[in-house]
């Protein structure tokens, strides 16, 4: 089945403690990128990438590093995560400009 | 920088009643504009995507139009069932990059 997998689904951590959220697609496809969502604020981007090794800053990177060394990976790390990146993080990916996204069910991370 | 607006931010409506919701973009240099549905605390789940050159598209009772000189966008769902009760998303997509709306919130009374 054609998806975009997200691990893990919800994550509890402390502030501070280093973290990363997998993100994975069997499609193929070019385009990854990594939106968090907050009530009132909507969906906004994070980082993207448009192939291996290209990686360019969305709207809020701060806090945020991704890396992109194989087609179907894209992980977000959190290096030292603080209470305001309590949020719900979707990745997702496309085949390129003139295509869809698909997006994964989503990580509710919450940072105490 | 493109701006999404999506208005009315809440619909409700009866079961059986025809609705349009409605989406607006500022900068018609885009090359799609997607719909979504959001379930509360759930993935996005893609409606409908159209091209820049397209002007319409449509799957089963949904119908999402483009008009991109005007940076307009409608979705049109028919004979509304209170299954359909989500949030609908609307994104343009501009390179690498999606703008999404708020989102209209749709709850559809039995």
């Known amino acids: 089945e054609a998806q975009v997998t997200q691990n893990p689904r919800y994550l509890i951590t402390v502030t501070g403690k280093k973290l990363t959220v997998t993100c994975s697609q069997n499609?193929?496809?070019?385009?990854m990128s990594w939106y968090r969502q907050d009530p009132g604020l909507g969906l906004r981007q994070i980082y993207y990438?448009?192939?291996?090794?290209?990686?360019d800053k969305g709207d809020v990177p701060e806090g945020y590093k991704v890396s992109r060394k194989e087609k179907r990976n894209f992980p977000l790390i959190l290096e030292s995560p603080s209470p305001n990146q309590t949020s719900l993080y979707f990745c997702?990916?496309?085949?390129?400009?003139?295509?869809?996204?698909?997006f994964g069910s989503g990580t509710r991370l919450t940072v105490v | 920088k493109q701006e999404v607006t999506q208005i009315p931010a809440a619909l409700s409506v009866p079961e059986g009643e025809n609705l349009v919701l409605n989406c607006s973009f500022t900068?018609?240099?885009?090359?799609?504009l997607q719909w979504f549905r959001q379930d509360p605390g759930k993935g996005l789940t893609s409606l409908l995507l159209?091209?820049?050159?397209?002007r319409e598209q449509t799957s089963g009772r949904l119908n999402a139009s483009l008009d991109k000189s005007s940076g307009r966008s409608t979705l049109y769902i028919a004979a509304s069932q209170p299954g359909d009760s989500a949030t609908y998303l609307c994104?343009?997509?501009?390179?690498?990059?999606?703008?999404f709306g708020a989102g209209t919130r749709l709850t559809v009374k039995p």
């Open positions: 997702a990916s496309s085949f390129g400009d003139r295509e869809g996204y698909t």
């Open positions: 499609m193929n496809h070019e385009y």
């Open positions: 990438s448009m192939n291996v090794e290209v990686t």
């Open positions: 900068d018609s240099a885009i090359y799609n």
């Open positions: 159209i091209q820049s050159s397209q």
């Open positions: 994104a343009v997509g501009i390179g690498g990059d999606m703008r």
